[in-house]
Nanobody, 115 residues
Framework: QVQLVESGGGLVQAGGSLRLSCATSGTIFSINDMAWYRQAPEKQREMVASITSSGSTNYAISVKGRFTISRDNAKNTVSLQMNSLKPEDTAVYYC?????????WGQGTQVTVSF
């Protein structure tokens, strides 16, 4: 069983930056894919960024060049550096892990970007 806990959300003005972190707990040996998703009000959850155990990354077009995902394999943590934030980035951000054929989600952290 894997537990995920996000931190780092908050309120920021447009153009500002935030850094999200996701800590894992449980008996974990090697996590395959880690990612960040987000869900805005009345919208479907969407993938923001993902990273494999070897460090290959993938980004949603809307955040490419502004967000950077990283991970620490020794600590089984994943982070999301968000720069040049826009009001349309406002959403609940979820940490996601795929481990041993199971999907795990964090509880979510709110990111609000004001005009």
């Amino acid at each position: 069983q894997v537990q995920l806990v996000e931190s780092g959300g908050g309120l920021v003005q447009a153009g500002g930056s935030l850094r999200l972190s996701c800590a894992t707990s449980g008996t974990i040996f090697s996590i395959n894919d880690m990612a960040w998703y987000r869900q805005a009000p009345e919208k479907q959850r969407e993938m923001v960024a993902s990273i494999t155990s070897s460090g290959s990354t993938n980004y949603a077009i809307s955040v490419k060049g502004r967000f950077t995902i990283s991970r620490d394999n020794a600590k089984n943590t994943v982070s999301l550096q968000m720069n040049s934030l826009k009001p349309e980035d406002t959403a609940v951000y979820y940490c996601y892990v795929y481990y041993r054929f199971r999907h795990y989600w964090g509880q979510g952290t709110q990111v609000t970007v004001s005009f």
